[in-house]
């Protein structure tokens, strides 16, 4: 009878115990909200494995019973792990904080209008910083970085491809290396797809590896470049041939610093976008087929919607063996047009955008000409056909006897078609026909 009544007020006790647990519970996922919130406002990750070390640490030494204590670690790391889960699905449901999930080498893409100025609850500035921009990047955006480093080191190059060079990546190892940057120190790129390619690929190599941050200032890198980790310079002539793949530790899109970038440059990173629209998101495609105008476009959602696309294609192929093949959608006409022989004196965009339009069915070339001529991009070209197929068979992608092409009989759907140069040569005729 002692017994059971033993057992009773133990029950009872137990069930008080858990009542207060339960009503802790819900109290310690609300101040996980707060968490979350200010994580998402600051865009840093979900983990943090030094506090919850030091806090099971700190908690454990309460509990006096040895034995008891040794069962707290793991009671705390399940607690933890739910609330961690919690706060990564609050974290999932703002739209412009974007997880890459790679890995080790996981990162966030912030998108987010004036997160230049609060850069540094966002990055880690705190130490060393070679800040790498050009001299077309308004010097404000740059100025705005580095007053929220510890200890910047600003390196201006000379606007444009010339620039993605080994002789630019010499110069900033040589800085780094002047100025005592170790391993802990790190690299920021301020600037368009130039600045970003070989200020990642500085970061990439510098005592193999410190921590590279991309802070994309034109369309183009905003929706593309800035996303995927692929760093490079060219050589002899040959576009991106040395280079890393080399992921940034995050990314921070403030959609503001396009007001000051010229109208040719927007629609020369637009092509781009419409380009991954055509392979993998109608709903884009119809953003652009519904605005009244180029300037009527709300840029915000093309960028989130291009780099969720991007992010997609590079979490399932980090290294291109195979499917992020898809993003060369207009890229083997693209370059061929682009190459300088061809005397087009096109952007890299607009040149993209020719390249797309052979490469597609009849109904869909019909809905993407208008759409690209909204946004200022060419529906036709005057070029040197030689050139432009010569460009195309020393493409790095060119087989013997022709080319691997991406085309879109759909939109939202691609597929890839082996082509022999005589067909590629072929559609340039086609292009040359299509009427603006
Ligand atoms: N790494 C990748 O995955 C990847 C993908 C696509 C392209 N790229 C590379 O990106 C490069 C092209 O990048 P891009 O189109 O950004 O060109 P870019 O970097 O040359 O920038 C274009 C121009 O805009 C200026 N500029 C930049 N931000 C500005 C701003 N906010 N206001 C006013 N002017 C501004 C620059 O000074 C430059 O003159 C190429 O080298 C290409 O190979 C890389």
């Known amino acids: 009878m002692e017994e ?34 200010y994580k998402i406002e600051r865009g840093l990750p979900v983990e943090d494995p030094e506090r919850e070390a030091f806090l099971i640490a700190k908690n454990a030494g309460r509990i006096e ?13 399940c607690v933890m792990s739910l609330s961690k889960q919690y706060q990564s699905k609050l974290m999932r449901e703002d739209p412009n904080v974007i997880p890459v999930s790679l890995a080790d080498n996981s990162y966030y893409i912030l998108i987010r209008r004036g997160s230049l100025q609060t850069a540094k609850g966002e990055l880690d500035l705190n130490r060393r910083v070679l800040v790498v921009t050009d001299d077309g990047v308004p010097e404000e955006y740059v100025k705005t970085i580095a007053l929220q480093c510890k200890e910047p080191h600003i390196v201006t190059v000379p606007a444009g491809e010339g620039s ?25 790129a301020v600037g368009g797809g130039v600045v970003g390619d070989l200020a990642g690929f500085t970061a990439a190599s510098y005592m193999r590896g410190v921590d590279f941050y991309n802070v994309p200032t034109t369309v183009l890198s905003q929706v593309d470049s800035s996303v995927g980790g692929k760093t490079a310079v060219n050589h002899n002539g040959v576009k991106n041939v040395v280079g890393a793949f080399y992921q940034p530790k995050k990314v921070l899109i403030d959609p503001d610093v396009l007001k000051t970038l010229p109208q040719r440059q927007v629609s020369n990173g637009l092509a781009e976008s419409v380009k991954m629209a055509l392979t993998s998101d109608p709903a884009l495609f119809s953003v652009f087929e519904e605005a009244p105008s180029m ?27 195979g499917l992020r093949r898809v993003l060369n959608f207009g890229h083997t006409l693209g370059h061929g047009l682009e190459s300088p022989a061809a005397g087009t004196d096109l952007l890299h965009g607009e040149c993209v955008a020719l390249g797309m339009l052979p490469f597609c069915s009849e109904s869909v070339r019909a809905r993407l000409i208008p759409v690209l001529q909204k946004l200022n991009l060419p529906v036709q070209a005057v070029f040197d056909e030689d050139a432009v197929m010569e ?28 082509l022999s140069f005589d067909e590629i040569r072929g559609s340039l005729e086609l292009l040359k026909k299509v009427k603006a």
């Open 391 to 418: 460009a195309i068979k020393h493409d790095k992608k060119g087989k013997a006897d022709g080319v691997n092409v991406v085309f879109v009989s759909e939109i939202g759907s691609y597929e890839f078609r082996f």
């Open 4 to 37: 059971n009544n033993a057992l009773f007020e133990a029950r009872e006790d137990i069930l008080k115990i858990d009542e207060q647990i339960a009503d802790l519970f819900a109290l310690r996922f609300r101040a996980a909200e707060t968490i979350a919130a």
């Open 295 to 321: 300037d009527a476009l709300d840029l915000e959602t093309v960028i989130r919607r291009s780099v969720l696309i991007k992010r997609d294609v590079v979490q399932l192929d980090e290294k291109e063996s």
């Open 65 to 77: 019973d040895e034995t008891i204590r040794g069962f707290y670690p793991p009671f705390q790391n």
């Open 164 to 188: 993605k060079t080994l002789q630019q990546f010499e110069k900033l190892l040589g800085v780094m290396l002047e100025k005592g940057f170790t391993r802990s120190d790190c690299v920021v």
